[in-house]
């Protein structure tokens, strides 16, 4: 398995985009926290989430070979496991993703931008700003971010988590990274 610096270098040749990046970033933190919490192994599914969109800017919109593209990219640097969630993140691939790390990758890359919808609408556009109760408030707010997919982030329960405790572990994760994500 690769480490950390070598994915980061990795994952830097193929996305040129600062916001897709800041994306992996805060799926990648939301990952780590959701593996402490579960008691899984916080490299490879923090890895995983660093490394779920790497092949995004290289399909250029096709989604059918979104994730697919990543498993070439990626095959003999991740676990099979991490792999899999990566391919069932992109749910037009049809792959099934019942593993607790593809759950936790649906649900925390759907989670990663509802959180930065929420602190970008605050007063200072920072994510010290965004609580629990706040997120709660925009998740049932149909017309506010909605490119979120709200049934992913339900997944957070089909591991063991309320949704209030997911979103805990998310907001208190990009905090966490607020700097690199300019929130």
């Excluded at 490879?44 to 399909?59: A, K, N, R």
């Excluded at 890359?109 to 925009?138: C, F, H, Q, R």
């Amino acid at each position: 398995m690769i480490s950390r610096s070598e994915a980061l270098n990795l994952l830097g040749s193929y996305v040129k985009s600062k916001q897709l990046l800041k994306h992996c970033l805060a799926v990648e933190a939301l990952m780590r926290r959701i593996a402490e919490r579960l008691g899984e192994d916080v490299e490879v599914w923090g890895l995983t989430g660093l490394l779920h969109d790497i092949d995004y800017e290289v399909v250029l919109g096709d989604m059918s070979r979104h994730g697919l593209e990543a498993e070439n990219i990626l095959k003999n640097k991740l676990p099979d496991e991490a792999l899999e969630a990566i391919k069932a993140h992109n749910e037009r691939l049809g792959v099934e993703g019942s593993l607790k790390i593809s759950k936790a990758l649906r649900a925390a890359d759907n989670l990663s931008g509802l959180i930065i919808a929420t602190a970008l609408v605050m007063p200072n556009k920072k994510l010290s700003e965004v609580t629990v109760k706040s997120l709660m408030k925009k998740l049932k707010q149909k017309d506010f971010a909605k490119g979120v997919n709200r049934l992913r982030i339900q997944l957070c329960m089909e591991i063991g988590l309320t949704i209030e405790e997911f979103m805990e572990i998310g907001l208190e994760a990009l905090q966490k990274i607020n700097i690199e994500l300019e929130l």
